[in-house]
């Protein structure tokens, strides 16, 4: 028993640190292609969800968004399949101690990565419709002239958030049809049934998550915060003997730890919807397959309170026609209360750390 403890804390921790060196050694390619073909915005966000001003972010912004790259989410969308799918092909070559370290499993880590390369696809698409130059002749001119309207500044958040929905329904279909979930569970009850309605669950669950993906603001805050997220839930899968989820999750720890190495101020590049969407409807699959889903909330804590202080803002704008924050999600009403962006981001990360602690425990105890 000690060796396959051993052994499966050496996989563990060995994920983590082969993803962190990987992602590592591949962002000055990245950062060089990124800047070489100008992938950033081309103008600063004007407007709100709701179609309002945002003269807030436009003042601490205005700066950064221009001439900053998105697409630091590559790291991880690159990154963490390259390993299990690399470690999957050295199980194959007869080394015991090979096959010992492989982490890609049909029952535990194919549907998470399966997860993270569409999400990540998806989020790819959008940065890239935020970034792309109009063409100036030809072909591609008159496609840009007929369709540029619809696709310039990337996919509307309506597009996205059907994507991520389309998404959710696939990923509830599967743990209904192959692995035959239908329950989730409640700590210190036990397994609470909902049968078919499993699968709306799982894809409200998959759309909150999203929601919180507004984290990414500052520089280095997005990837703290995802990092005690994911390291939280590969503590529960590991309590639970589900190894290789565990060590899937390092593996997106250790590649959110190299974009955290470029992304601290100044940053080299942002996350973008290429992180965004693959980390929380990955992070979602995760609290599923762990059935850990409602303490989701707790060790997530932070991106409950970015997406909570924007439906708050907007509910009080259209019913009250008044303001609750100064600016919305949370970090920038921070901001325009005159914090520094260093004291914001590692306040979210204290915050994000202890959370997740607690989320661990309540969920070991339960």
């Not at 998550?209 to 500052?218: A, C, E, F």
Request: positive net charge; charged residues 15%; proline residues 4%.
């Amino acid at each position: 028993m000690e060796i396959d403890i051993t052994l499966s804390a050496i996989k563990i921790i060995l994920a983590g640190t082969a993803s962190f060196l990987l992602a590592f050694l591949i962002t000055p390619s990245l950062t060089h292609i990124l800047y070489t073909r100008e992938l950033w915005r081309k103008e600063v966000r004007s407007k709100a969800i709701d179609g309002g001003d945002v003269p807030i972010f436009q003042k601490f912004h205005k700066d950064k968004e221009v001439g900053t790259p998105r697409f630091g989410g590559i790291l991880i969308f690159f990154s963490v399949p390259v390993l299990a799918l690399l470690s999957g092909l050295l199980a194959t070559t007869g080394f015991w101690w090979l096959e010992k370290i492989s982490f890609l499993s049909r029952s535990q880590t194919w549907l998470p990565l399966a997860t993270l390369i569409a999400s990540s696809s998806v989020g790819f698409l959008d940065d890239m419709l935020q970034v792309v130059k109009p063409p100036m002749h030809g072909a591609q001119r008159w496609f840009w002239d007929t369709f540029g309207q619809y696709i310039a500044g990337g996919l509307s958040f309506r597009h996205r958030f059907l994507l991520v929905a389309i998404i959710g329904l696939v990923g509830a279909w599967w743990f209904v049809s192959k692995l035959g979930v239908t329950a989730i569970f409640v700590p210190f009850v036990g397994p609470l049934e909902l049968g078919l309605f499993f699968i709306p669950a799982f894809m409200i669950v998959m759309l909150a998550t999203y929601s919180g993906g507004v984290i990414d603001g500052l520089d280095g805050l997005a990837g703290g915060v995802f990092a005690s997220s994911f390291a939280a839930f590969g503590i529960i899968a590991f309590s639970q003997g589900q190894i290789d989820l565990a060590a899937f999750c390092m593996a997106i720890v250790g590649a959110l730890l190299a974009f955290l190495w470029f992304n601290i101020p100044p940053a080299r590049f942002y996350m973008g919807e290429t992180g965004v969407i693959g980390l929380t409807a990955t992070l979602s699959v995760v609290a599923f397959l762990t059935n850990s889903v409602l303490v989701l909330p707790i060790i997530a804590l932070p991106l409950v309170m970015e997406s909570g202080s924007v439906i708050l803002q907007l509910l009080s704008k259209k019913f009250l026609k008044k303001k609750i924050f100064e600016a919305a999600p949370l970090h920038h009403h921070f901001e325009a209360k005159g914090w520094p962006h260093y004291k914001i981001t590692m306040r979210f990360w204290i915050i994000g750390v202890v959370a997740a602690f607690v989320g661990v425990i309540i969920r070991l105890l339960g």
